[in-house]
């Protein structure tokens, strides 16, 4: 056997393994909106121009006959018909004739010319080409079938070219054969040769082609369709110069400028043609419709066009656009559908747009074709959106299609170009999902092969993603001189390195075209994969792992979304031995049903990393899955392995050799020149001992076969040395089991290929040493599995090497698979670890992957590294000295500047503008946020940091466990690797003991741990054997119940467990589980101090764990005597500070409480030089006090990524690190991004490590994006059993809202997830505002994370001054985490700006605005808080710094309502002489009702505009009058705006400058806007003095100083006093809340509200009021009690006794649940009644709305085997059910029995459960009536368990609703 057959049969298969995206797949971006618009707008002038100027057609008409038809044509594309027909009428001219056939025969009438009347065309060139063109324009051919069409085109193509070839025709059949041969070639000569052909013949005429129009509309048509934008825009110009009412270039005009991204040009046009169209008699709705269309597809975040189009309420006439372009908006503008898209289905709007397809539907069967398009194509857009998921995105198909064959279709040119967005629609949507999108691709092309140039490259990526390589090769290579495929550059390469070519020149070439690519760009990362994909393939391991670790190294991320890829990269770290961590990456694609291109092979190979690292549990469950078949040398090898070991049930005595015979024979099969099998043989043959007459000689014959082979293969370097290596220990075993001596064979393997062995063949070696049997062999393998094997033997980490890419390719070159490989070279640091979380692999476009998962994943989600990292800003310094911050004001008796100094509490200038009442004016408060604090926890962080430290410097002097039987110190000591150690030894076993001592390992280890599968089940175990567990398997039973918060069973336990000893007579360990129970579970610091004090003294081994989680505790509590306690453990334990630096930071940090304020105390505790863990806390401390050290030392970024953990570091200490230097990059400037970044490196060294994901989700919250947040913990085992992650499970996702609920008192962790929960998921903020004020405040005095909630809320709700005097009470408790926290401080900003302290406002603004680094933040991280942006603004406007205010509004969302107020004030600011400008103000606030401050801006606009606003002015004097009278500074905004009033009352500088503006003309605006700029660019903190300098020459004057004078660093007005009573606050606040509500849309505000005081020069004082002493009472709890069993939900009618019995021939291999009553719920008293604890069977009744089901209980959900039938058979399965589905109408259904409806149910389509789900509809009572109402919750009630089959019953209900 050749060393070619040798690899192959041991080494993977090549695949395409890319990680660059060729197509933004992403939904809507991929939507090309320009062609919708282009056919909408033609359809209007084609079909309902009523009246058109035909002066110049006149002229045509009155030329030659030639020129009638021109006019004829020019007339029908103007909805002319009749002046069109009178124009060729009676004339006998080709081009007349062709007007003749367009004219009569109308869409509904049109059919193909017959053969007979074909002969009237007969006579001349010209005739013959009419009859062509016509049946071409009259399609007749498959709407779904691309080769029927091709076929139909290439044909009218190829008979045009016939005639035209003759040079006999008119000029105006060489464009029409261009146009043809424009859509089927990428030639562009042979089409500019028709157009060429056609001028000359038209100067012939004497006719001049440059003014020509209907010779340049036509050109520039077929320059569009040829996307020739230039040339289009150049012919389109010339015509409509020529007829400037055009309407067939303009909208292709206004086309082409959306291609090319010049959108005000498109505007301009469309502005032009909407006078001419309104005053033609279309439809003004429709009209408006486009218009809001055109400025979507120009900025899809214009907030005006979408509140239009939400706002769309037109008639029937126009909602074929209305209609379906507002559920577009509905679906992706509005957030209204996120959370169950499959509603969009249900809304009006969707049933109205789907009328417009309807056979049946009047308006439908009256409109145009184009129209009935334009509806269809719009409402193909929502309809992607609602089957954008793995689950749906099959059910996504054709519209069109079914249209096309319900009405009349259009002329061929406009259902191809229709059909060609479709189908890019289609394709792209299908790529996006990794489905088949080679047809759909094709079709764009075949439609017009210019019509979108990605067809090409997305049906190239459809080719190579079915592993199509060599067409997809053939594609580039034709389609290369036309389309950019820099993206697709490796396919051709890959096409070679995958060929079959047995030469192996092509592999040679590919080889050295990706060395090439590689050293032309050293970051392409796509030709490392490649390359590496290559090495492996031809075992060249070492080679295969340095180059795949670069693109891993640098695109964690990617590299891990990409499922094939991950494959590889364990296949390569098996052959490089790093087993455990490819056993980290195979985990989760053996626990799931995913299946990837190379199933068999990959399964294999992880059998065999699982069978040598003892993975039982692991093999058992691969089994269950079916993913240990296959015949391949890998799995042939393990089954023999599994065989050898096995027992058979009946006699134990007799192994199962006889079928590892039957796998050593087929592994002989696949080669008879492969040695191994032969080996395998001789070793199970020995079963057949007296059975078989001379089996000893058969046996040896085998042994010497095998022995021959191998020898000839090792001498030509063409053997794998571990296989070699194994074939001869079989041997050697072999000649042992016949009573020979094997030695030599064990000796040829160490003497041959020692760098070939491997535990698990060198312990046979050592161990099977003379005649055994099968039996006692058994027992030796046995034993070495558990005692000889484990993950020790093997580099658990893969470190990252040294790379050059010469000495790679070198060391490929010169490798031979015999050779002894040398160690690589390594930097010192761990390499990336891209085990991907427990979601499956999301599918990307752009060819890489190989092949999607075949698993259905959860909701899409974004990657935790997508958002931009954001660099430099930081937060302000601490607050200076008093005497530096003093303002410079004037000296007042009756007022103090904003430091709130002095002792008069209370008082602060409040400075009057009416953008304080930007929000009260039309209700809308700043929205609720997460603003709660990451968990980032110093003493938790720092206490375990001490704890790996110590772990690391006791084992140095022997202090770690020594006795490897010693399981009990290993749980004492714990660390994962200790912990690993106990779990070894516990597998398998189900006793007591061996359980809880698992149990306890699982909760402490960190890697595959607590919450994991196997720790899940060992819990399940050892729950039924409570009575019988050991002193610390109660132990580890009692803090299991502590980490779940079922504290009532965790105090019982450890209470009991306190009156015991251990073994030695010691409590000491039950006192440190329950000290950490105590501060780390209950928060109860003090006592969980005593605890672990206790257990400190009491235990004589210095012991890590408890030394580290006593200093936690001790730091937590913080008293003067706990820091001299901590000073004294420090010296007790060995005094390292002395000498190690990071034992010298530990101690200084716990010491000072980790509020180290020098950063230059780091420099002294270096004692053994920097190390990651001080720089890293240096940058904490440099954040929190000098980060002008920060900027100075290179930035942020800089100093960040040089950070690292050493190489000789602990595991741990590789996440602690990123860890730590996460928290000082978010300290210093709070970037979303960043942090996202920050917490996915820590959590790449162990992805089990809970931080990660927790962090990350709150920062996805905090962004806004609530949908990745909860995914980001949707799937996280740990959420049931760890607080943090509970915590945040409950803020961010629903899934734990009850459980919190009942618990919430344990911790104000706790209770702070349940107020969060109710506000964020439950959207029950007043249920919120209740328990905080009632009970959490109560509970937990002046908690910082429920008086952030309480501030928010009270914000959110309009209550300013209590707002104000809790924002207040934070600021003095808590100054360090008030300033920590950003987004905090900008809603006490934006709260200090409503209540009129200007200064304290802008300085705060100002301080936390300025330290993002704006241009690496992510704008989604600035749209989360646009509400309080735009208050940044308000206050930018009222002090006149309208440069920052500009710089401000570019980050916000266009959606809010208030961003019209600030965008439009600063337009008409800046750009007062602009009349287009103000007119496009006033369009945008014309419509407001409500606020009157929007409402004057459109009153202002339209005077500078030249527009009327008498309505508006109507509105604004009601409003005046009774709602805002009392609110001085908008009242005087408002009618200086209006021209009410002429004079400001010169209170605040906003009005002041109005009143000027108003009264000096349009320019004053412009100069003040200029003047005010410069002032604030030379000082950000002006002057009165310097502001009234600037802008008193343009008529500003009269304002008091004190209204003017912004104060740096002015600090927050002081209150009266800091309450914690905030049950009397909340009294004040209600009765804030209820005076606001009267801004509210048909309130009444009570006279006063919202009135900031009396005018007057110098302000009025202000403050936030003292809240009323009165304390309230503490609420009663719920007694505690038991509850009933549950009643059963009201329901529908009955099921009679029907049971959903399994469908047969299904595998039922899923077990039901097991009976039971639920568990009582400790004596709360809380939400519905539980069952009592106790026998029974616990049978669950219906739940609501099933109806009752009598004594009916479901069986097993099937679970269907979809391997075991053909796809093929399926579908034809699935085609032919579904043409026997009946179509019953709702007023049938209505009356439906439970039966009936199970039994429809049951004949859907749905393979392998149709029958089930028929008999569970029928259990559950479903009605008719009910299945009509039917909604998502209610299926799930009912046992609908999947999404995708929830969505089809919900469908067929729909359908059923359409049908009447």
């Known amino acids: 056997m050749g060393n070619t057959a040798n690899v192959r049969l041991l080494f993977p298969p090549q695949q395409t393994l890319s990680i660059k995206k060729a197509l933004n797949t992403a939904l809507p971006d991929f939507i090309p909106h320009a062609e919708i618009i282009f056919m909408g707008i033609s359809e209007l002038f084609e079909s309902h121009l009523t009246s058109f100027d035909t002066s110049f057609l006149n002229k045509l008409k009155a030329g030659s006959d030639d020129n009638k038809a021109l006019a004829a044509e020019v007339a029908r594309w103007h909805n002319q018909l009749d002046f069109a027909k009178e124009c060729v009428q009676d004339v006998d001219n080709a081009l007349c004739k062709r007007m003749h056939l367009m004219l009569d025969r109308i869409a509904d009438k049109r059919v193909p010319l017959t053969d007979d009347e074909k002969k009237a065309y007969e006579r001349d060139e010209d005739h013959q080409f009419v009859a062509i063109d016509y049946n071409f324009q009259t399609f007749n051919a498959s709407t779904s079938d691309p080769n029927d069409t091709e076929a139909f085109i290439k044909q009218a193509c190829d008979d045009m070219g016939k005639l035209i070839a003759t040079d006999k025709c008119s000029w105006r059949f060489h464009l029409i054969y261009a146009a043809v041969l424009s859509r089927t070639t990428l030639d562009t000569k042979a089409v500019q040769h028709q157009l060429d052909l056609a001028q000359t013949k038209l100067n012939k005429q004497g006719v001049d082609a440059n003014s020509h129009y209907p010779y340049q509309a036509m050109l520039g048509d077929v320059y569009y369709l040829m996307r020739d934008t230039s040339k289009a825009q150049e012919a389109f110009s010339k015509a409509i110069a020529i007829l400037p009412n055009d309407g067939f270039c303009r909208p292709r005009l206004i086309a082409v400028y959306l291609m090319e991204s010049k959108f005000n040009e498109a505007m301009q046009v469309w502005q032009a043609c909407c006078s001419d169209l309104k005053s033609g008699g279309v439809n003004e709705d429709a009209i408006n419709c486009f218009t809001n269309y055109l400025k979507l597809a120009s900025n899809p975040d214009d907030q005006s066009a979408i509140d239009a189009i939400l706002a769309y309420n037109g008639d029937d006439e126009s909602s074929y656009i209305g209609v379906p372009l ?202 490392y994969l490649a390359l590496a994909d290559l090495y492996i393939s031809t075992g060249k391991w070492q080679s295969a792992m340095l180059l795949m670790q670069q693109p891993i190294e640098n695109e964690p991320v990617a590299c891990s979304n990409n499922f094939e890829l991950r494959l590889k990269w364990a296949t390569i770290l098996f052959f490089n031995n790093y087993l455990p961590a490819a056993m980290k990456v195979f985990n989760e694609y053996t626990s799931k049903d995913l299946e990837s291109s190379a199933h068999e092979y990959y399964c294999a190979i992880a059998a065999n990393v699982y069978f040598e690292l003892d993975q039982g549990k692991k093999l058992t469950a691969m089994g269950k899955k079916n993913k240990l078949k296959g015949q391949n040398v890998w799995i042939l090898r393990y089954q023999c392995y599994k065989f050898w070991i096995a027992e058979l049930k009946k006699k134990p005595d007799k192994v199962q050799y006889d079928k590892a015979i039957d796998c050593a024979k087929k592994m002989i099969r696949l080669d008879e020149n492969y040695p191994l099998g032969h080996a395998l043989l001789a070793r199970s043959n020995i079963v057949m001992e007296g059975i078989v007459d001379n089996i000893a000689e058969q046996i040896e014959e085998s042994v010497n076969k095998a022995v021959e082979l191998a020898d000839k293969l090792v001498t030509d370097f063409a053997m794998l040395p571990r296989m070699y290596y194994e074939t001869m220990v079989h041997c050697g075993v072999a000649m042992y089991q016949i009573g020979k001596d094997g030695s030599e064979y064990y000796q040829k393997a160490v003497d041959t290929v020692p760098h070939g062995e491997i535990p698990l063949l060198k312990s046979q070696r050592e161990r099977i040493t003379s005649k055994l049997t099968p039996q006692q062999t058994r027992d030796i393998l046995k034993d070495i599995l558990k005692t000889g094997l484990n993950r020790e033997s093997y580099q658990k980490v893969v470190p990252r090497f040294q790379f050059d890419l010469n000495n790679t390719v070198s060391l490929a070159q010169s490798h031979r698979l015999g050779n002894p490989t040398s160690p690589l070279l390594e930097t010192g640091q761990n390499g990336v670890d891209i085990t991907k979380p427990e979601e499956a692999p999301a599918a990307s476009a752009g060819g890489g992957g190989g092949g999607a998962a075949k698993a259905k994943p959860a909701a899409a989600k974004k990657p935790k590294a997508a958002a931009a990292a954001a660099g430099g800003g930081g937060i302000p310094p601490p607050p200076p000295p008093e005497e530096e911050k003093k303002a410079v004001v004037p000296d007042t008796d009756d007022s103090k500047a904003g430091g709130g100094g002095g002792d008069d509490a209370g008082l602060g200038i409040v400075v009057d503008s009416p953008f304080n009442y930007s929000s009260m004016c039309s209700y809308i408060w700043p929205s609720e946020k997460l603003v709660f604090s990451l968990p980032f926890d110093d003493a938790v962080t720092m206490g375990e940091a001490l704890t790996v430290f110590l772990r690391e410097r006791f ?308 962004r806004d994006d609530w949908e990745t947040a909860e995914a980001t913990m949707a799937e996280l085992p740990q959420k049931n059993f760890e607080p943090i992650s509970m915590v945040c499970a409950s803020m961010t996702t629903g899934a734990l809202s009850e459980l919190i609920e009942d618990i919430k008192d344990i911790s104000p962790d706790i209770f702070i997830a349940r107020i969060n ?29 429920a008086l952030v909630a309480l501030a928010g809320i009270y914000l959110n709700k309009g209550a300013l001054t209590s707002a104000y005097q809790v924002f207040y009470t934070i600021r003095q408790l808590y100054p360090m985490r008030y300033r920590l926290n950003f987004l905090l401080r900008f809603e006490f900003a934006e709260c200090m700006r409503m209540n009129g302290f200007q200064s304290e406002a802008w300085s705060e603004f100002r301080a936390v605005y300025e330290s993002w680094d704006h241009s690496k933040k992510s704008k989604m991280d600035f749209e989360a808080i646009t509400d309080l942006l735009l208050g940044f603004i308000f206050q930018c406007l009222s002090v006149g710094d309208y440069a920052t205010a500009e710089d401000a509004l570019d980050k916000c969302s266009k959606r809010h309502k208030l961003y019209k107020l600030a965008n439009g004030e600063l337009t008409l600011m800046k750009h007062a002489g602009d009349a287009s400008k103000c007119k496009s103000v006033f369009e945008d606030c014309k419509d407001e009702k409500l606020h009157p401050m929007i409402i004057a801006l459109a009153i202002r606009a339209a005077k500078l505009g030249g527009e009327s606003a008498g309505e508006c002015e109507e509105t604004l004097k009601k409003l005046l009058a009774e709602k805002f009278e009392d609110v001085a500074s908008v009242k005087e905004y408002c009618e200086l705006s209006a021209g009410i009033v002429t004079e400001s009352s010169n209170q605040c500088l906003s009005n002041a400058i109005l009143a000027a503006v108003m009264k000096n003309g349009a320019d004053t605006a412009t100069k003040i806007y200029e003047a005010l700029k410069a002032v604030y660019a030379n000082n950000k903190y002006p002057s009165a003095q310097e502001i009234l300098a600037a802008v008193s020459a343009f008529g500003v004057s009269g304002i008091d100083d004190v209204n003017l004078t912004l104060m740096q660093n002015a600090e927050p007005p002081k209150i009266a006093d800091i309450t914690d009573d905030y049950g009397a606050l909340a009294q004040v606040a209600n009765q804030e809340i209820e005076e606001m509500s009267g801004y509210k849309e048909g309130g009444k505000p009570k006279k006063g509200a919202g009135k900031k005081g009396k005018k007057g020069a110098k302000g009025k004082k202000g403050g936030a009021k003292k809240a009323s002493p009165a304390k309230g009472k503490k609420g009663k709890k719920a007694d505690a009690g038991g509850g009933g069993a549950e009643e059963p939900a009201a329901g529908g009618g009955g099921g009679g006794d029907v049971k959903a019995g399994p469908k047969p021939k299904v595998d039922y291999n899923s077990k039901g649940k097991k009976g039971g009553a639920k568990k009582a719920s400790p004596a709360k008293g809380k939400k519905g009644k539980k069952a009592d604890a106790g026998g029974g069977g616990g049978a669950e009744e219906p739940a609501a709305g099933g109806g009752g089901g009598g004594d009916v209980k479901a069986g097993p959900k099937p679970k269907v085997d979809y391997n075991s039938t053909p796809l093929d058979a399926r579908k034809k399965w699935s085609f032919e059910m579904a043409e026997k589905l009946p179509t019953p109408k709702a007023n049938d259904v209505a009356s439906w029995s439970a039966n009936d409806v199970g039994n429809f149910i049951a004949k859907i389509p749905i393979f392998g459960l149709n029958e089930w789900y028929g008999n569970k509809f029928k259990e559950s009572g479903v009605t008719g009536k009910m299945f009509l109402d039917c909604n998502e919750q209610k299926l799930v009630k009912w046992g609908i368990d999947k999404k995708c089959h929830r969505a089809r019953f919900r469908a067929e209900a729909l359908a059923m609703k359409r049908r009447g």
């Open 326 to 527: 507002k559920l577009y908006v509905m679906a992706y503008k509005t957030d209204q559908f996120k959370e169950d898209k499959l509603t969009l289905n249900e809304t009006p709007e969707n049933e109205k747009a789907t009328q417009w397809a309807d056979r049946k539907s009047d308006f439908a069967k009256a409109a145009s074709s184009k129209r009935r398009v334009v509806s269809q194509c719009l409402k193909m857009m929502s309809e992607m959106f609602v089957n954008d998921g793995m689950e749906d995105y099959e059910y996504q198909g054709s519209l069109l299609n079914n249209m096309f064959s319900s009405f009349p279709k259009p002329l061929t040119d406009d259902l191809l170009d229709a059909l060609c967005y479709e189908n890019y629609l289609l394709g792209m949507f299908k790529l996006k999902w990794k489905a088949d999108c080679k047809k759909q691709f094709k079709y764009v092309i075949t439609c017009n092969c210019r019509g979108n140039m990605n067809a090409y490259i997305g049906e190239v990526i459809g080719f190579q993603n079915a592993g199509m390589a060599d067409i997809a090769v053939q594609k580039i290579e034709s389609i290369q001189r036309f389309v950019n495929v820099e993206a697709l550059e490796l396919f051709p390469i890959d096409a070679k390195r995958m060929s079959q070519d047995e030469s192996g020149e092509d592999m040679k070439q590919a080889e050295q075209q990706l060395i090439s690519i590689i050293q032309k760009k050293n970051r392409a990362w796509d030709a």
């Open 955 to 1262: 084992k140095e002097i022997n202090l770690a466990p020594q006795d490897e039987n010693d399981l009990i110190g290993r749980l004492h000591w714990g660390g994962d690797d200790a912990l690993q150690e106990v779990l070894d030894k516990c597998e398998g076993q189900s006793d007591a003991l061996h359980l809880g001592l698992a149990n306890f390992a699982y909760l402490f280890k960190m890697d595959l741990g607590i919450a994991s599968e196997d720790h899940r089940k060992c819990v399940e175990e050892m729950m039924e054997v409570t009575k019988h567990l050991t002193y610390e398997g109660k132990l580890g039973l009692a803090c299991l119940k502590g980490l779940q918060c079922v504290t009532y069973e965790a105090d019982d336990y450890f209470k009991g467990l306190l009156n015991e000893k251990d073994a030695d007579g010691s409590d000491w360990l039950c006192r440190r589980h329950y000290g950490h129970y105590l501060f780390f579970i209950k928060h109860d610091y003090a006592a969980g101090v005593q605890e672990l004090q206790k257990a400190y003294k009491n235990n004589p081994k210095k012991d890590p764990m408890t030394i580290g989680w006593y200093m936690a505790a001790l730091a937590k509590s913080g008293t003067q005597q706990d820091i001299q306690t901590m000073a004294t453990v420090f010296d007790e334990i060995g005094k390292f500070h002395d000498g190690h630096s990071d034992a010298a930071v530990i101690r200084e940090e716990f010491l000072n409480l980790f509020d180290i304020k020098d950063a230059s105390k780091y420099d002294a505790l270096a004692k053994s030089g920097p190390t990651g863990l001080l720089r890293a806390r240096q940058l904490i401390c440099r954040a929190k006090y000098d980060r002008k050290s920060i900027d100075a030392g290179g930035g942020i970024k800089k100093i960040t990524k040089d950070i690292k953990a050493g190489g000789a570091d602990p595991a741990m200490f590789k996440i602690l690190i990123p860890l730590l230097k996460t928290q000082g990059n978010w300290y210093y400037n709070n970037s979303i991004g960043q942090c996202i970044d920050g917490m996915t490196d820590a959590g790449m060294v162990c992805m089990d490590w809970i931080l990660s994901p927790v962090i990350n989700s709150y920062c996805f919250a905090k």
């Open 1317 to 1345: 929960n109710l506000r964020f998921q439950q959207k029950k903020t007043d249920v919120a505002l209740k328990e905080l004020t009632s009970e959490f405040l109560e509970a937990f005095k002046q908690d910082f994370n």
